[in-house]
């Protein structure tokens, strides 16, 4: 009788740990929420006023509150960056 009320109440005070502590915990599944994106690209035409136009419209997107995501790319004659918010 008393190994049979010891395990019970050991068994309960795990139960109630484990209870507790689930509380806390964040669920590791939980998706997180979408993000935005966009891509801005400016021609290389071979003048640096093109550069100077993706650093433009880089700079008023940071000011809007966007984050760069990567670096520059440049493909087909075209610098590209990618940018979340």
Known sequence: MKNTITTFALVLAAFVAVNLLM??????????????????????????????????????KLAEGWHLQGGVAFLSNQYSQAMTK
């Open 23 to 60: 509380s806390f915990a964040k669920p590791v599944l939980a998706p997180d929420e979408p993000k935005q994106y966009i891509v801005l690209r400016a021609g290389a035409a071979g003048a640096m006023g093109d550069t100077k136009n993706l650093e433009m419209q880089v700079n008023q």
